[in-house]
């Protein structure tokens, strides 16, 4: 049977691993890989912030670290 995961147990990150490969933030988040490349190359999300590169050159994704940035623009008015 499946266990059910508590959204505190998500929280420590204990389940869930840190980074994501981009296809598979993707999958969980809705947003479309060209999306995530065009804010990582224009800036709107942070290297070793949000994104990073591993050493062999493939962009991982905190989806935390996205959460975070959603929850920092909420109220204010941001471009698309």
């Not at 070793?48 to 989806?63: L, N, Q, S, T, Y």
Request: proline content about 4%.
């Amino acid at each position: 049977g499946g266990r059910t995961v508590s959204g505190d147990s998500l929280m420590q990150g204990e389940h869930e691993p840190q980074w994501l490969m981009v296809k598979q933030f993707c999958r969980t988040s809705g947003y479309s890989a060209q999306s995530v490349y065009a804010k990582c190359k224009s800036g709107v999300w942070r290297e070793h912030e949000i994104w990073v590169k591993a050493p062999d050159g493939r962009m991982f994704i905190d989806p935390k670290a996205v959460n975070r940035w959603i929850e920092s623009s909420t109220g204010s008015k941001a471009s698309a």
